[in-house]
């Protein structure tokens, strides 16, 4: 099971970048998904997360400008990011929930994407 990350960018102060970030592999379900953030020399933060049923939680920095959603059939989910400002400058990570299973045994665990880097200038 992989998460592929896309679509961060160069961006400036007040404008939008789309976050893309597809799970693949042998998957039997996959629960929440979500993206955190983390700036140089700080934590990694949580930015929004969507559950199964698509209900939204959002940080309150972000829950006014970005948007979280998911694609189901493609186990895939979007981070819509605007009026952006130089502090959301940070390397963002997916993350999701994933069930896989094979004969006799079921898992859940928590997997990582690669990280895109999203950059606003000022």
């Known amino acids: 099971v992989q998460l592929q990350a896309s679509g961060g960018g160069l961006v400036q102060a007040g404008g939008s970048l789309r976050l893309s970030c597809a799970a693949s592999?042998?998957?039997?379900?996959?629960?929440?998904m979500g993206w955190f953030r983390q700036a140089p020399g700080k934590q990694r933060d949580l930015v929004a997360h969507?559950?199964?049923?698509?209900?939204?939680d959002y940080s309150d920095s972000t829950k006014d400008r970005f948007t979280i959603s998911r694609d189901s059939a493609k186990n895939t989910v979007y981070l819509q990011m605007n009026n952006l400002k130089p502090e959301d400058t940070a390397v963002y990570y997916c993350?999701?929930?994933?069930?896989?299973?094979?004969?006799?045994?079921?898992?859940?665990?928590?997997?990582w994407g690669q990280g895109t880097l999203v950059t606003v200038s000022s």
């Open positions: 993350h999701a929930e994933i069930v896989t299973r094979k004969p006799g045994v079921t898992s859940t665990r928590n997997y």
């Open positions: 592999g042998n998957i039997f379900r996959v629960n929440g």
């Open positions: 969507i559950s199964s049923a698509g209900s939204p």
